[in-house]
Nanobody, 125 residues
């Protein structure tokens, strides 16, 4: 069964850090481009960061310099390290897998074949 599961969300104060993890079962993540998306209440789901199957990375302007995406092929996971968190980072965070073999990666939701169920991140004092 193909499945993506996010973990690591929670409640953190402004300026704090969280590390999200996206774990796969039923397939090998290192052959896929992985995207992290987030959706705040009443807003569209937006791309936050992605890493291609050939290890190119991208970050949304709103998180550049604060978030870092990385792979751990031995654990079949992709992580999103989030530092200097702000209240506007509050959202449900989703990871998704793209089977295309590309140097770059995409924030187009339709490009992704598999999605996780999401993990809540709340930044509040």
């Amino acid at each position: 069964q193909v499945q993506l599961v996010e973990s690591g969300g929670g409640l953190v104060q402004p300026g704090g850090s969280l590390r999200l993890s996206c774990a796969a079962s039923g397939f090998t993540l290192d052959y896929y481009g992985i995207g992290w998306f987030r959706q705040a209440p009443g807003k569209e789901r937006e791309g936050v960061s992605c890493i291609s199957s050939i290890a190119g990375t991208s970050y949304a302007d709103s998180v550049k310099g604060r978030f870092t995406i990385s792979r751990d092929n031995a654990k079949n996971t992709v992580s999103l390290q989030m530092n200097s968190l702000k209240p506007e980072d509050t959202a449900v965070y989703y990871c998704a897998a793209d089977s295309r073999k590309l140097v770059g990666c995409s924030y187009s939701k339709s490009a992704y074949d598999y999605w996780g169920q999401g993990t809540q991140v709340t930044v509040s004092s």
